[in-house]
């Protein structure tokens, strides 16, 4: 089981990348993916998640509202992180993480502990 992440990399304020996590050996149909960040000297927060089911649903961090959108593409069990007019204190490293469906009794959206699959991270680096 395994998420990979990447995308990331080194823009300007105002500038935009696009994030990806893609999933191996389990189908995102049977969980929620997350997008959270580390961001050194704080604590790890949420950014964004998404449930795959249809109707999709999502879910924003207040930061991420108007500038980020997630989004899925199930063909290629790949979850996307699209981060426009990005600046500085968007700088961190960006992972992405599963919280399984089965057995979850969480309400939406699913807590930091429902995510049992951690992928390794990518940086994001914003500075001009």
């Known amino acids: 089981v395994q998420l990979v992440e990447s995308g990331g990399g080194s823009v300007q304020p105002g500038g935009s990348l696009r994030l990806s996590c893609a999933a191996s050996t389990f189908t995102l149909d049977d969980y929620v993916i997350g997008w959270f960040r580390q961001i050194p000297g704080k604590e790890r927060e949420g950014v964004s998640a998404i449930g795959t089911g249809h109707p999709y649903i999502t879910h924003y961090a207040d930061f991420a509202k108007g500038r980020f959108t997630i989004s899925t593409n199930t063909a290629k069990n790949t979850v996307f992180l699209q981060m426009n007019n990005l600046n500085t204190d968007d700088t961190a490293i960006y992972y992405c993480?599963?919280?399984?469906?089965?057995?979850?009794?969480?309400?939406?959206?699913?807590?930091?502990?429902?995510?049992?699959?951690r992928g390794q991270g990518t940086r994001v680096t914003v500075s001009s």
């Open positions: 993480a599963a919280a399984p469906l089965v057995g979850s009794s969480w309400s939406w959206p699913p807590p930091t502990s429902a995510y049992v699959i």
